[in-house]
T-cell receptor
Framework: GAVVSQHPSRVICKSGTSVKIECRSL??????MFWYRQFPKKSLMLMATSNEGSKATYEQGVEKDKFLINHASLTLSTLTVTSAHPEDSSFYICSARYSGSNEQFFGPGTRLTVL | RKEVEQDPGPFNVPEGATVAFNCTYS??????FFWYRQDCRKEPKLLMS???SGNEDGRFTAQLNRASQYISLLIRDSKLSDSATYLCVVHSWGKLQFGAGTQVVVTP
């Protein structure tokens, strides 16, 4: 149990376009979802925390207008990278947590390459 | 100063040998601690939680020293499949703080 999926697994786009990444909890209801970014040989950095039905809480230094997060249901959160630039190229990973638990279940990640 | 610091390695370990490495954390109020394993270009996967009294899971032993704010992981009888990056993760106030990982390479 506790499976989280992400789609797409890999995306290549041109500079200036927007990219949407989906994170789904397949067999549980995720009251909270987290979005992380990982650069090569670096640690996962938390970008934002989203609770179903409310606005996401962004970490310091993360632009909320650039990284739009929507957590419209208990099984789906989306991250949209708007007007992507090459420096946004990274590995984006989501995780999900159900109510009453501290454990986070990670999605398989999305590798974004902006040309 | 980083919240969670790890020796990046790589630790090159002959198959069958023992390897151990540490991680230090800066927030003394951290509530729980974990080791995750991350394979190249994959998501992190929970290896084990770390308890105050120390705990073992098969060939893996984790220790926590709250006074000195460090966590350790020991792998006995290393297998080729243990080659991965091991992430030290600290849970503080609802958030997970990740170390950059320690790379372990087990060689035949």
């Amino acid at each position: 149990g506790a499976v989280v999926s992400q789609h797409p697994s890999r995306v290549i786009c041109k500079s200036g376009t927007s990219v949407k990444i989906e994170c789904r909890s397949l067999d549980f209801q995720a009251t909270t979802m987290f979005w992380y970014r990982q650069f090569p040989k670096k640690s996962l950095m938390l970008m934002a925390t989203s609770n179903e039905g409310s606005k996401a809480t962004y970490e310091q230094g993360v632009e909320k207008d650039k990284f739009l997060i929507n957590h419209a249901s208990l099984t789906l959160s989306t991250l949209t990278v708007t007007s992507a630039h090459p420096e946004d190229s990274s590995f984006y990973i989501c995780s999900a947590r159900y109510s009453g638990s501290n454990e986070q279940f990670f999605g398989p990640g999305t590798r974004l390459t902006v040309l | 100063r980083k919240e969670v610091e790890q020796d990046p390695g790589p630790f090159n370990v002959p198959e069958g040998a023992t390897v151990a490495f540490n991680c230090t954390y800066s927030n003394s109020a951290s509530q729980s601690f974990f080791w995750y394993r991350q394979d190249c270009r994959k998501e992190p996967k929970l290896l084990m939680s770390v308890y105050s009294s120390g705990n073992e899971d098969g060939r893996f032993t984790a220790q926590l020293n709250r006074a000195s704010q460090y966590i350790s992981l020991l792998i006995r009888d290393s297998k080729l499949s243990d080659s991965a990056t091991y992430l030290c993760v600290v849970h503080s106030w609802g958030k997970l703080q990740f170390g950059a990982g320690t790379q372990v390479v087990v060689t035949p």
